[in-house]
């Protein structure tokens, strides 16, 4: 197990129930990826009802842009209770001088949409985001459809608007139906329910209260190789008292992996 470099993160974990986090100022600036109509931005809202949210189309330049100080914080997909975790969200957390000052988790609810009209007999294609069709995977098997993949679920709703498409459906919520005049064709679209996504909210310092309760810490660090390298790290927690909720390896891309026995690299 190695990892690029060392970091240490914090966060407060909040409830799914727990999503009003508008405890600063009003206006406070959220930049996320998405835009207007995504789940993300629905929970960008109900995180912060009286925040400016500022759509980007990667989650790099949302987390540019808090970096920058052109946003207040920044919110960064982590880990849905489906797929698990979002591993390029671990990458970009070490390649950015933010901290981790607040979690959300919230219960999501994909629905499948058309045009109003269209049945679901009619459906031979779907569009929406991979991370999406991945939650909806044994349910689209069902369908029998072919899959697009699209930026976000609004891009597919926009494509089947504009273009009056007859036999297409996208994965997204009601908010996405009512901005493009489409109508539901089944709620609870995911393949398991409750579909909880975990949320991290970044910024630049970590003005955390004390008297908010418990706090999570989150600690990258790197090990070399060798037998026993990593219980000699996971023991000191032991030893502590200390509870692990979650372990993550991510690659060293600076040393690729080796064969066994030999000194040959490769890609990785």
């Known amino acids: 197990m190695e990892w690029a470099s060392n ?46 949210a500022l759509p980007h189309k990667r989650s790099e330049g949302a987390l540019e842009a808090a970096e920058s100080s052109l ?42 949409l058309a045009l109003p009209g269209v049945q679901k007999d009619d459906l031979q294609t779907i569009f929406r985001h991979p991370q999406d069709l991945a939650q909806c995977e044994y349910s ?21 608007s504009k273009q009056d498409l007859r036999d297409a459906g996208v994965i997204g919520n009601g908010q996405v139906a ?5 109508n539901i064709l089944e709620c609870n679209f995911q393949d ?11 910024a630049r310092i970590a003005n955390i209260p004390k008297e908010q309760g418990q706090y999570k810490t989150s600690i990258v660090f790197g090990l070399e190789e060798g037998p026993g390298t990593l219980y000699k790290a996971l023991v000191a927690f032991w030893k502590r008292g200390l509870n692990l909720t979650k372990i993550e390896s991510r690659p060293n891309r600076g040393k690729p992996m080796r064969i066994l026995g030999t000194e040959k690299s490769i890609d990785g």
């Open 71 to 112: 946003a207040d914080k920044a919110v960064l997909t982590i880990e849905n209770s489906s797929i698990g975790s979002f591993h390029q969200s671990y990458d970009m957390l070490l390649s950015h001088s933010l901290q981790i000052v607040q979690e959300v988790q919230m219960d999501e609810e994909l629905c499948l």
């Open 178 to 182: 009512e901005l493009y005049g489409l």
């Open 7 to 52: 970091h240490l993160l914090l966060c407060r974990s909040l409830l799914s129930t727990d999503l009003s986090l508008d405890t600063e100022s009003s206006n406070v600036l959220v930049a996320y990826q998405g835009s207007p109509g995504t789940v993300i931005e629905a929970m960008v809202l109900k995180a912060f009802p009286s925040c400016i």
């Open 192 to 202: 398991a329910s409750p579909n909880v996504t975990r949320y991290l909210v970044l």
């Open 140 to 160: 689209l098997c069902n369908l029998g459809v072919s899959k697009k993949n699209v930026d976000h679920g609004y891009a597919g709703a926009e494509i089947i």
